[in-house]
């Protein structure tokens, strides 16, 4: 048996700082931490080694401005649910992909028929864009 490593999963704190830089943008630690941390009961240092260890994930970039960094996030959250969706399908998959596509249609066909049709037509688009890959020199 070999071990394999988790997704890039966020802890709640994480999240709720990602959550904050995805719906503001670039911020201090102290911006972060009045809007997240003191709400919360959580000292500015713990809401600093938060950002700190988001910034060394990758999830966060960061530009010195006087004493202090300003932080916004790397990805959107699109682009972070896509890779950690990426991640757990190659985690799970091991080269077989059917089982893990069957069962994500399940699950968006019980989101809806529009999500449905909404898959379909994305899938759709991308077929296209992979048909005119093939016919250029």
Do not use: C
């Amino acid at each position: 048996m070999h071990l394999i490593s988790p997704p890039a999963i966020l802890g709640e704190l994480e999240t709720a700082v990602m959550e904050r830089f995805w719906a503001s943008g670039e911020a201090s630690v102290k911006d972060v931490n009045r809007e997240v941390g003191e709400s919360r009961g959580v000292t500015l240092n713990t809401i600093q080694s938060t950002v700190k260890r988001l910034y060394e994930k990758g999830l966060l970039k960061r530009r010195k401005v006087s004493h202090a960094y300003l932080y916004r996030p790397r990805l959107t959250r699109a682009q972070f649910q896509a890779h950690v969706l990426s991640e757990v399908v190659e985690l799970i998959s091991d080269g077989a992909s059917d089982g893990v596509l069957s069962a994500f249609v399940e699950v968006t066909e019980s989101a809806g028929p529009e999500r449905l049709r909404r898959l379909e037509a994305l899938v759709a688009q991308r077929l296209e864009g992979l048909d005119g890959e093939q016919g250029e020199p």
